[in-house]
């Protein structure tokens, strides 16, 4: 699963954030499309939560749990 956003109006907050990936987050590095901002919850294999195919076929990397994609505008500077 991914949420993506893609419009400074549609930028996520921090609450917003947290609740898509369920707790606290981290930035993954994606080699694939160094532009994009992908978030996951920072505690994914701690919690077992399921390995997410799409979101590490955009990563390049294994991704656990919801995803949550900025591009463009809506990337947090």
């Known amino acids: 699963m991914i949420t993506v956003f893609e419009s400074a109006n549609d930028r996520p907050s921090l609450r917003t954030m947290k609740a898509l990936v369920g707790g606290w987050f981290r930035l993954v590095g994606c080699s694939n499309h160094p532009d994009?901002?992908?978030?996951?919850?920072?505690?994914?294999?701690?919690?077992?939560?399921p390995f997410n195919e799409a979101a590490s076929n955009i990563c390049g990397?294994?991704?656990?749990?919801?995803?949550v994609l900025?591009?463009?505008?809506?990337?947090?500077?």
């Open 36 to 49: 994009w901002q992908v978030f996951v919850n920072d505690e994914g294999q701690l919690f077992g939560l």
């Open 61 to 67: 990397s294994e991704v656990l749990g919801h995803a």
């Open 70 to 77: 900025l591009k463009g505008a809506a990337r947090w500077h």
